[in-house]
């Protein structure tokens, strides 16, 4: 069942057509909106977001293919249904085109308007059927507010079962947006100390010269400005769990004391002699490649290798795309109940889209252009042009040249023409390379099938193309 | 008394217009009334009339395009 009834845009300029299929239309549970002008009928329908447009070829000002060819532009998946009292050959052809659903002679066929009504809600039910169950599906595989049914994501939540009863520190590392703050939240929520305290500190935001007193504490009278004695976040956290966020960004100063503090659970207050015993938790995460800085010298070795006993890795979204319809549903469904609006999801060629980006931003760059599409969008389900429109606003969602690409390769279509099909080679050409001539693989990463792109391969005469020629043809 | 073959072709398309709203408001109300209905007679000679005339106008339309 569709959640709220499908909408029908009627435009004729004989009103008694009008009256006619309004009354049609509303047995078969559409909503139907008349309009006796092109004009103010385009006007109406980036408001209106209407499923389906049923339109006069003739009509005074603007034509009914005029009209059809301006829905395009602003809402490519809408249906259009053209009626005309002479059909001509070359209007058949030129609509066909443009994508219209049918095209219709007077007296109208009641029965086949009624079919084609039936299609029109029979696809959103399809696709809305599909959105649920890909909602469902993220509640199945969602674990402490993470979502992922992908080996990787399935992988991490195993570890962080087996890891969080025991282990006393654990190195979270992955890019940036990927998670990992929500990783430390579940290794302390599955855990025994879940009743415990969790601090957070943010190492990048705290000043170099109040780092030492941030975490251990302080005495009155110990610098300029200690005006009193103060508990550190370690002692704060005592019996709980303490989250050293972008821990990459430890002054070296601070890093012995901190590494005294995780092994031996000993801190010792700014200006304070005596030293005190703490049970914490420490949890560091990093978007840094520690080991690289430790081998640099910038990082502390001894430091590095005892926060990074326990290593989890997280998986950049890109090599997990199969997550990306379940993160999709459940940020939708967030999205739409903070602003108590009635999205069901995506289309599907807006699915495309989400599917080919690169996501360097990753969940979070994923999660923002969601929330910025259901802010932009006032339709039930989000269209491709509101995905690209929200994605387009996000700093680094897709390069330039990437932006092209999800449109580029799209299952069972035809390679357009040679413009296209030249920029279509060097995608598929560098994606084989990446995967190292891995069809399985590149096919995953351009986010089509294995016999999608065989077959592509097939007609840009690709066959030729060597993993080790850096993605050139031969 | 001549008519320009323009306008003729306005007024045919104007007037099956109404005769296709006659004819499809009349094949909702069947759809709608039963079988015994004591109205329903009356509403099948409505369809049956304008359908009538429809296919009146279109073998007008016919001969028109035979005399051109």
Not at chain 1, 16 to 41: H, P, T, W, Y
Not at chain 1, 428 to 457: C, D, F, H, P
Request: hydrophobic share 40%.
């Amino acid at each position: 069942m569709i959640g709220s009834l499908p909408t029908l845009l009627a435009i004729d300029d004989e009103p008694g057509i009008l009256a006619l299929v309004e009354r049609f239309a509303r047995r078969l549970d559409f909503n139907v909106i008349c309009q006796e002008a092109g004009g103010s009928a385009l006007a109406l329908i980036s408001d209106v977001r209407p499923d389906v447009v049923l339109v006069d070829l003739q009509l005074p000002e603007i034509s009914g293919l005029d009209v059809l060819r301006a829905i395009r532009g602003v809402d490519p998946e809408c249906a259009v249904i053209l009626m005309t009292g002479h059909a001509s050959i070359d209007t058949v052809i030129e609509a066909v085109k443009l994508g219209a659903l049918d095209y219709l002679t007077k007296p109208l066929d009641l029965e086949r308007l009624g079919a084609l009504l039936t299609t029109v809600r029979k696809g959103i039910e399809r696709r809305e059927t599909l959105l649920k169950i890909d909602a469902d599906v993220a509640r199945q595989f969602e674990f402490e507010a993470m979502i992922g049914r992908s080996a990787a994501m399935q992988d991490l939540f195993d570890s962080i079962r087996r890891l969080a009863p025991h282990a006393r520190t654990v190195l979270v590392t992955g890019e940036t947006g990927t998670g990992k703050e929500l990783v430390a939240h579940a290794l302390h929520r599955v855990g025994s100390r879940r009743d415990r305290r969790y601090l957070t500190v943010n190492c990048s935001a705290v000043v170099e010269t109040l780092f030492e007193s941030e975490l251990f504490g302080h005495q009155r009278g110990s610098f300029t400005g200690a005006t009193d004695t103060r508990v550190g976040v370690f002692e704060h956290a005592a019996g709980g769990t303490l989250f050293l966020d972008e821990v990459g960004e430890l002054p070296p100063s601070v890093q012995p004391k901190l590494l005294r503090a995780v092994e031996h659970g000993e801190v010792q207050r700014v200006g304070s002699l005596e030293t005190k015993r703490v049970d914490v938790r420490v949890i560091c995460a990093t978007n840094r490649d520690l080991r690289a800085e430790a081998a640099a010298g910038r990082f502390r070795s001894d430091l590095f290798y005892r926060l990074s006993i326990m290593e989890l890795h997280l998986t950049p979204l890109r090599d997990r795309r199969e997550d990306i319809p379940l993160l999709v549903a459940a940020f939708v469904r967030e999205c739409a109940g903070r602003m108590n609006r009635t999205i069901t999801g995506v289309t599907t060629a807006a699915e495309r889209a989400l599917q080919a980006a690169c996501w360097p931003g990753n969940i979070r760059e994923l999660r923002n252009v969601i929330e910025r599409a259901c802010v932009l969008s006032e339709s039930r389900i989000l269209t491709e042009r509101e995905i690209l429109a929200a994605m387009a606003g996000s700093a680094v969602a897709i390069p330039q040249p990437k932006a092209a690409e999800p449109r580029l390769l799209e299952e069972n279509s035809e390679p357009p023409d040679e413009r296209l099909s030249s920029a279509q080679r060097a995608q598929i050409g560098r994606v084989l390379k990446q995967a190292r001539g891995n069809k399985t693989e590149a096919a995953r990463l351009l986010g089509i099938s294995r016999r999608s792109l065989y077959r592509w391969m097939d007609r840009l005469n690709l066959a030729g193309v060597r993993p080790d020629a850096g993605g050139r043809l031969e | 008394m001549k008519i320009s073959p323009d306008r003729a072709a306005r007024w045919r398309h104007d007037f099956k217009n109404q005769l296709g709203i006659v004819v499809g408001f009349s094949e909702m109300l069947l759809g709608e009334i039963e079988a015994h209905d004591r109205h329903r007679q009356d509403v099948e000679e409505i369809h049956r009339a304008a359908t009538r005339a429809l296919a009146l106008l279109a073998d007008l339309e016919t001969e028109g395009d035979e005399d051109a």
